[in-house]
């Protein structure tokens, strides 16, 4: 039986949510952005007023008001897009119980199996009244047999519209637009393609798959698929979650690191981060991996293994550091960094004790970051810190754990918690 798999997105999702609770500002220009002050000033969202001056999603705030001097600039309200979130997929749920969600405003859907009467067509039209009227915000849905094309369809035409794309018509209707424009196609992908001279959908479709591979790795043959309608992922049920691979943070500094100690106060600060999240998912981590980039945006990734598997905030921080020192030489100050714990394994499994390791300490470490993570629940973040954390003010009050809770979902199941 042929799949029919919906992507619903809310229309501009958070500015949406905003004009919603503001009826004063719905036709003015409006962007959610992050906090300039802690760096995070990029356009998250805009309505159509917004768009209108050509402000785009994440560009900085002084690019957007350079456009469009009068805006609005509105600090994100994440808990109230959850609600809305929920309440989207609460009307998903009465069509279908595979849902997948993609961030926070867009999901696929198979409808195939769901027993409704209609076609997805019918369906998808549904669902985008019942999100106008039950909600009070917009959604575009595409149509298709597979999830790449039901997002491009879903991104094709808004707001509030249904787009199909089928077997017959994919050619005619996904080929011509610009390679960017498939999932997964980033800036760095997209220039390399076109140093090749392939600027469409259709050009991805028609080169070499061997090409492709020479020019990206095993990615490029997995976009070739894209292009060519060939993607069979499954759209995951309600409850299904992927195997968790890694727990990770990262964070653009408040300024920028200029020396190890820099450095080495940030990897506490996000160490702690994914040291807690993987004592709350029941995990241990036997690698740990960092991302660093420049203040001229060139980044780096590097990871190492740890000579005990472990979930202490001390060891990933420390483990970290010697990766960094090995690898940076300083050129040039950090704008943002990130810690990650990789190869992950059952918290209270069996394992190896060490000969050399001093085992008594190590688990007091683990009872005592245990203690921290009640008496931050019951007393907050910063009711308890650590001395180093105390030398710049700037650097020791991030709170990246509750500061950072919103990410996509990946399309793979890849099992990151990001």
Not at 140 to 167: C, E, Q
Not at 168 to 183: G, I, Q, R, S
Not at 208 to 213: C, H, T, V
Not at 373 to 401: C, E, T
Request: hydrophobic share 40%; aromatic share 8%; net charge neutral.
């Amino acid at each position: 039986m042929e799949r029919v798999i919906l992507h619903a997105d809310l229309n501009n999702f958070y500015a949406s949510v905003e004009c919603l609770y503001n009826p004063e500002i719905r036709n003015k220009p409006v962007a959610v952005c992050g906090d300039p002050e802690a760096r995070h000033g990029i356009v998250l969202a805009k309505n159509y007023p917004a768009k209108a001056t050509g402000i785009k999603t994440g560009e900085a705030i002084w690019q957007a008001r350079q456009k469009c001097p009068g805006l609005i600039v509105i600090t994100p309200n994440f808990p109230l897009y959850l609600r809305f979130s929920r309440l989207a997929r609460g009307i998903y749920a009465d069509y279908t119980d595979q849902i997948e969600p993609f961030g926070l405003d867009e999901a696929w859907l198979d409808v195939a199996h769901s027993g409704i009467c209609g076609n997805g067509i019918q369906i998808a039209d549904e669902i985008r009244e019942r999100i106008k009227t039950e909600m009070g915000v917009t959604a575009s849905v595409g149509v298709s047999y597979n999830k790449i094309f039901a997002k491009l369809g879903s991104d094709m035409k808004k707001p509030d519209a249904t787009t199909v794309i089928t077997r017959d018509n994919y050619k005619d209707t996904v080929w011509p637009l610009p390679a960017e424009d498939l999932l997964y196609v980033g800036r760095a992908t997209q220039r390399k393609l076109f140093r090749y001279g392939i600027k469409t959908i259709g050009d991805i479709a028609n080169a070499s798959p061997r090409l492709l591979r020479s020019m990206l790795g095993k990615w490029g043959e997995v976009l070739w698929s894209f292009a060519n309608g060939q993607d069979a992922s499954p759209v995951t049920r309600l409850g299904e979650e992927g195997v968790i691979k890694s727990v990770g943070n990262s964070i653009t500094t408040p300024r920028d690191l200029r020396n190890n100690n820099d450095v080495q106060m940030i990897f506490y600060v996000l160490s702690e981060s994914v040291a807690a999240r993987m004592r709350e998912h029941g995990f241990k981590c036997r690698t740990v991996q960092i991302h660093i980039r420049d203040n001229t945006l060139f980044s780096f990734e590097a990871q190492g293994k740890l000579s005990q598997p472990t979930n202490v905030s001390s060891a990933l921080a420390e483990k970290a550091m010697q990766i960094f020192s090995a690898k940076y030489d300083w050129e040039r100050p950090i704008r943002s960094a990130g810690v990650r714990g990789c190869d992950l394994i059952p918290a209270h499994g069996e394992e190896q004790l060490s000969l050399f390791e001093d085992e008594e300490r190590r688990m007091k470490q683990e009872k005592l970051e245990e203690t921290v993570d009640v008496l931050r629940r019951r007393f907050g973040h910063f009711s308890v810190q650590r001395a180093v954390l105390l030398r710049d003010v700037d650097l020791g009050l991030i709170n990246p754990k509750e500061d950072h809770v919103i990410h996509p979902v990946a399309f793979f199941k890849g099992g990151k918690l990001s």
